[in-house]
């Protein structure tokens, strides 16, 4: 899947200009490189940890130049492949950093993009370069003495006064060259590139085999919590109800005879039982999946949630038909609860809406024009939503400086039904 | 009365007719899928149309798609839908046309049978007639330009909605038929509705109420 992955249709300009800025770029790693390596050697007087902590995420920064432009011309994304890094003092950073098997192949990098990203970068513009060159040579030894830009292949000279044109065919050549090779090169180098500064495959799905366990078990107990309180509200409600609905109509069958008075009453009271009855059930499907989401999908669901809401709230959704039901459903109760949070804690009195599915992904903005500092404990409605969104993948990233406004996104992965 | 009726549960549907049958209505024709109730609307124009939220062949909106749609084709046709569950969004595109003789009822409303009877005649007669829980929902939430509403007014404007008359409203309220008219008054100025001959002012109030 990794190494089969369509390469994008990159334009040979962009290319060129991509040359010419790599031919600095990949220059400016050597500079990298010799502080990295004498910040290494101080590291004897302590003096070189702040240096090389430092210079280590100057690295990983430069390297992430590469991972967006390798990512953009493989069409895919070329993922970090850093260990998250302790929030302790230096040392443990060190350490850390030390440890991380990154940190070395990101080193690597630096000196093999030196090489070759600069070798490759350099032959492509001097190709295009001297196409360039002999295209417009007949025009300019008119302006030069004769015999300067004389040229002898084998047998054949050309020269100003005989057959000018004859400099087309390195022209040509050149721009043949060019024309074959430079995004040969370029792809090669970019998938080069993915491989040694991406996240190794033998990782990846170790990490993904951790995160899979750790969402499997959430989502178990969840599951687990939402059938309790199911089975719960039946039992306590609607059941209840219904022994007592029955027991008022047998009553009311054995008075009818003899006090239709009381029959009457009876009948009332089971009338109005069943009205409970029906409405503890509405709220307890509402609480399962609400019923405007089967029937509208998430684009209705959205917009009945936000006429419900007290806060004056836009609704921008553009969404294929139908998406998964669970991922809708997800979806939705995400919405309602940040919606809720808003309008209860915010302090704001508009909000927006907006979701769009992008390259096979669900993205969600709810964002308010409240005081902000949204804080995120482990009791909260906001990580119950993230606990949620995990069973499929799903994120969700919360940005709320003090003051506001505060803008929640959910990403969800699926693919349209 | 002519009724046309769209419920897709045989034990509701058999219910309602005999219910309705009772009453004296006429149900001229009981249909259980959205495109022959949509059909059937057409054909025979009945002076009341009882219909179901949720239908075949989708299972999802298709009784309030049909009535929407029956309603562009006869301007004015009224509907009285009934539902499991009250959404305010529905309740919103069904009066979107502005057209009278609508109304939105939970199910669970049939069980009284005197006021079921009495809302599919006001529908009838161009009235409205929205749950009570529609109505508390809104109540609990926009508050503008309801916020310019006395707790009494907004009282009167709930049961308004539910299409309740004046004489009903004041009865409910213990209050002289003269107050609920003077309340009224003061409703339709605070929510812009000038007086005219041509429109029925209760039926925009109640508009603008669920457009709040």
Known sequence: MMTTAATRRVGRLPLLGWSFIFTVYSLLGIALIILMTVSSLLLVLTVGLPLVVGFAYSIRGYNDVYRLWAGHILDRTVIRPYRPTPKGNLVSRLRAIGADPATYRDYAWLWVNVVLGFAISIVSLALFAGAIFYFIKPGLVQFVPDGVFDMYIGPVTISRTENTMLYWVPALISFGLWWWL???????????????????????????????????????????????????????????????????????????????????????????????????????????????????????????????????????????????????????????????????????????????????????????????????????????????????????????????????SIELPCVPE | MRVVLGEDLVLLREGLIRLLTAYDFEVVEAVDNGPSLLRALVTHRPDVAVVDVRMPPTFTDEGLRAAIEARRQ???????????????????ELMSDRNGGVGYLLKDRVSQVGQFVEAIRRVAGGGTAMDPEVISQLLATKPEPLGRLTPREREVLGLMAEGRSNVAIASRLFISENAVGKHTNNIFSKLGLPPSEDDNRRVRAVIAYLDA
């Not at chain 1, 054995?254 to 039982?273: D, F, G, I, K």
């Open chain 1, 182 to 408: 430079s995004p040969k090169m370029m792809v090669g180098y970019a998938r080069l590139a993915a491989v040694m500064l991406g996240i190794s495959e033998r990782a990846r799905l170790s990490q993904r085999v951790d995160a899979l366990a750790s969402s499997r078990a959430e989502t178990v107990g969840t599951q687990a919590a939402e059938l309790r309180r199911i089975e719960r509200d039946l039992h306590d409600g609607a059941q209840a109800r219904l022994v007592a609905l029955g027991m008022s109509l047998g009553m009311a069958e054995e008075m009818l005879s003899n006090n239709p008075a009381v029959a009457q009453e009876l009948l009332t009271e089971a009338r109005q039982s069943t009205s409970l009855a029906l409405s503890e059930l509405r709220d307890l499907v509402r609480g399962i999946h609400p019923p405007v989401l089967s029937d509208r999908g998430l684009t209705g669901g959205i917009q009945a949630l936000a006429i419900g809401s007290p806060l004056q709230v836009q609704v921008d959704v553009s969404l294929p038909e139908r998406l998964p039901a669970p991922v809708e459903s997800a979806a939705y109760f995400a919405v309602a609860e940040v919606l809720t949070n808003a309008a209860k804690h915010s302090g704001a009195t508009e909000a927006w809406v907006r979701a769009r599915h992008v390259r096979g992904s669900l993205s969600v903005l709810v964002g308010d024009d409240g005081r902000g500092g949204v804080v995120q404990d482990t009791a909260g409605g906001l990580h119950g939503i993230e606990r949620r969104l995990s069973a499929f993948d799903g994120t969700m990233h919360i940005s709320s400086p003090a003051g506001g406004p505060t803008i929640i």
């Open chain 2, 74 to 92: 006869l301007p004015g046709l009224p509907v009285l839908v009934l539902s499991q569950y009250v959404e305010q969004l529905y309740a919103r």
